[in-house]
C-alpha cells in the first residue's frame, strides 16, 4: 500500500477514450477493453494491492476474473473506468510506469496485436482478446525484469524513430 505522501497516478481512465471523438459506431463499454484487458494481466499476477482489493469491494469480481467467469471488463463499473496507481502493489506499479505509458509501451502493442480495430475501439471484450495480447505482455515483463526494472522501458524501433524525427532535414 502507498504511503498518504505518494500521490496517485491515473495511468487510464474509461472517460479519456469515450469523450470527444470516440467513435459513433461503437458502443461507449469499447473504450474501456484495453484497461480491462490490462488489469485481467495484472490480476493473474497477482499485482493488484490485495489492501486495494479489500478495501473497494471488488474481492468477488476479481475471483471473477481470475476463473473467466466474467469477463475482462468486469471492473469498469466499480473503479469508476479509471486505472490508477494505488490499486497496484509495488511490483505492478513499476512495470505499469515502464510499460503502460501512452503511445509507447502497451499501447503500442496493443495496436500490433489488433490492428486497426484498435484505434477504431472495435477489439471485442472476449476472452480470446486476453489470450492474443497476454504472451506480449508476458515478454514485456521478462525484458523489463532483464533490464533491471527501469522506470521507463526501452522499445525496440522507438529510438529510431525518435532520431529521424528530431535529426535536421536537408
Given at each position: 500500500?502507498q504511503?498518504?505522501?505518494e500521490?496517485?497516478?491515473?495511468?487510464d481512465?474509461?472517460r479519456?477514450h469515450?469523450e470527444?471523438a470516440f467513435?459513433k459506431d461503437?458502443?461507449?463499454?469499447?473504450?474501456?477493453v484495453?484497461?480491462?484487458?490490462?488489469?485481467?494481466?495484472l490480476?493473474?499476477?497477482?499485482m493488484?494491492?490485495?489492501d486495494?482489493?479489500?478495501?473497494?469491494?471488488v474481492?468477488?469480481a476479481v475471483a471473477?476474473?481470475?476463473?473467466?467467469?466474467?469477463?475482462?471488463?468486469?471492473l469498469?463499473d466499480?473503479?469508476?473506468?479509471?486505472?490508477?496507481?494505488?490499486m497496484l502493489?509495488?511490483?505492478?506499479?513499476?512495470?505499469?510506469?515502464?510499460?503502460?505509458?501512452p503511445e509507447?509501451?502497451?499501447p503500442?502493442?496493443?495496436?500490433?496485436v489488433?490492428g486497426r480495430s484498435?484505434?477504431r475501439?472495435?477489439?471485442?471484450?472476449?476472452?480470446?482478446?486476453?489470450?492474443r495480447?497476454e504472451?506480449?505482455?508476458?515478454?514485456?515483463?521478462?525484458?523489463w525484469?532483464?533490464?533491471?526494472?527501469?522506470?521507463?522501458?526501452?522499445?525496440?524501433?522507438l529510438i529510431?524513430?525518435l532520431?529521424k524525427?528530431?535529426?535536421?532535414?536537408?
Amino acid at each position: 500500500m502507498q504511503s498518504e505522501d505518494e500521490s496517485v497516478i491515473e495511468y487510464d481512465s474509461w472517460r479519456w477514450h469515450t469523450e470527444g471523438a470516440f467513435p459513433k459506431d461503437q458502443l461507449p463499454e469499447q473504450g474501456y477493453v484495453h484497461i480491462g484487458v490490462f488489469l485481467t494481466w495484472l490480476i493473474n499476477h497477482d499485482m493488484l494491492d490485495p489492501d486495494w482489493i479489500a478495501g473497494s469491494g471488488v474481492k468477488r469480481a476479481v475471483a471473477a476474473i481470475r476463473e473467466r467467469q466474467e469477463t475482462t471488463c468486469a471492473l469498469r463499473d466499480m473503479t469508476g473506468g479509471r486505472f490508477t496507481s494505488d490499486m497496484l502493489t509495488v511490483e505492478g506499479r513499476g512495470f505499469t510506469g515502464a510499460y503502460y505509458a501512452p503511445e509507447y509501451g502497451y499501447p503500442r502493442d496493443w495496436r500490433r496485436v489488433f490492428g486497426r480495430s484498435a484505434d477504431r475501439y472495435a477489439v471485442p471484450d472476449e476472452w480470446e482478446t486476453y489470450d492474443r495480447i497476454e504472451p506480449l505482455i508476458e515478454y514485456r515483463l521478462s525484458q523489463w525484469v532483464a533490464a533491471g526494472r527501469p522506470e521507463l522501458m526501452l522499445m525496440p524501433g522507438l529510438i529510431g524513430g525518435l532520431l529521424k524525427f528530431l535529426r535536421p532535414r536537408r
